[in-house]
C-alpha cells in the first residue's frame, strides 16, 4: 500500500529486521508472514485475505533473485491478464519472456555441465534453520542408474498452507526424514560432518525434535505438524502423523541450489498444483 496510510499496528506481532530499509511482521504462534514496513509503502501478505476479487494489482517481482526465473515460467497470466514483472521492484526494468526463457535455458545448460554436488544446503534468511539434504535414491533398483534420482516438488494450494504461510500458493519438496541432517550456518558448508552426522544417529527425529531450540512448533489440525523458525519465522516443515519418521516436507524456498529457485538438478517438479494428502483445500 503507499505512503500516507496510516502505519497499521504490529505490536503483538513477531518482528525481523531482514535489511535496514525492511522489518518484516509475522504471527508468532503459527509463523503466518503478515507483511512489511518499508521507508516509502508498506506492504500486506495476500494470504491472509479470505477474497481478493478485484482488490488486488497483481505483479511479479525480483525475479532476477531466482537466477532460472523461478515460479514466472508457470504463473503468466491471472485471472485472464498478464501481470506485470519486474527484475526487481516494482520501478526496475520488465521481466520480458525472452529474458525469463534466457534465465531458463542459462539455468538447465549450468545444471546439464556441472556434477551435482555431494548434498543441498537449505537454510532460511536468518541462518537459524540450517540443514543439508542428502541425494534422492531409486525407489526401485529398475530405475536408470545413469540418472540422477529427484525428490518430488509441488506447488501447494490447500486453505491451511495459505494462512500458515501468508502466500497464495506455498512450494514444498518431499524427503525422507533419514535424509535430513544439521548443517552450519555458514553457506559454503555443503556436505554433512561426522558431528553432524553423530548427532543425528543420536537424534532420529532431527530436525523435528520439540527441543530444537531454533525451531516453533505449531499444529494447524490434529496430527498435522508445522515448523518455523523462531528468529526470522520463515516455513520450515511439514509432517503429517501418518508418516512420521518417515518422510517430511520442505520448504523448498529454502534450498540454494547454485542453479537456481528452481533446483531442477535436485527436484522432480510436479505439474497442477497439490491441495493435500486427502485432497481437501482445508484439510490442514
Known amino acids: 500500500m503507499p505512503s500516507g496510510v496510516p502505519r497499521p499496528d504490529f505490536s503483538h506481532l513477531s518482528a525481523y529486521v531482514s535489511s535496514p530499509q525492511v522489518t518484516r511482521y509475522s504471527c508468532p504462534k503459527c509463523g503466518a508472514y503478515v507483511g512489511n514496513i518499508e521507508p516509502d ?4 501478505a495476500s494470504g491472509m485475505l479470505n477474497s481478493t476479487e478485484g482488490l488486488l494489482d497483481r505483479v511479479q517481482m525480483w525475479i532476477e533473485d531466482t537466477k532460472d526465473g523461478g515460479a514466472s515460467i508457470w504463473l503468466r497470466k491471472g485471472h485472464g491478464t498478464n501481470p506485470n514483472r519486474h527484475l526487481r521492484d ?7 519472456d525472452s529474458i525469463i ?9 549450468q545444471v546439464s555441465s556441472t556434477p551435482r554436488p555431494p548434498s543441498l544446503k537449505g537454510s532460511c534468511h536468518c541462518g537459524a534453520v540450517s540443514f543439508l539434504l542428502q541425494p534422492s535414491t531409486p525407489p526401485s533398483s529398475s530405475e536408470t542408474t545413469g540418472t540422477a534420482h529427484r525428490y518430488p516438488a509441488f506447488l501447494d494450494a490447500c486453505t491451511s498452507c495459505r494462512l500458515t504461510s501468508g502466500f497464495e500458493i506455498t512450494s514444498w519438496i518431499r524427503a525422507p526424514q533419514s535424509h535430513l541432517f544439521h548443517a552450519s550456518p555458514n553457506p559454503s558448508d555443503t556436505s554433512p560432518s561426522a558431528s553432524s552426522k553423530q548427532d543425528e544417529n543420536q537424534n532420529p527425529d532431527y530436525p523435528l525434535n520439540p527441543t530444537n531450540p531454533s525451531l516453533v512448533h505449531y499444529s494447524s489440525s490434529p496430527g498435522v505438524h508445522r515448523y518455523s523458525c523462531k528468529t526470522c519465522t520463515a516455513s520450515a516443515f511439514y509432517v503429517n502423523d501418518s508418516k512420521k519418521g518417515e518422510s517430511v516436507d520442505v520448504a523448498m524456498g529454502l534450498l540454494r541450489a547454485e542453479s537456481g529457485a528452481r533446483a531442477e538438478e535436485w527436484l522432480d ?4 498444483p497439490e491441495f493435500g494428502d486427502e485432497g481437501c483445500l482445508s484439510r490442514r
Open 41 to 44: 509503502e508498506w506492504e500486506f
Open 90 to 96: 516494482r520501478k526496475s526494468s520488465e521481466a520480458t
Open 101 to 109: 526463457i534466457d534465465l531458463s535455458q542459462n539455468s538447465k545448460q
Open 269 to 272: 517438479w510436479k505439474r497442477g
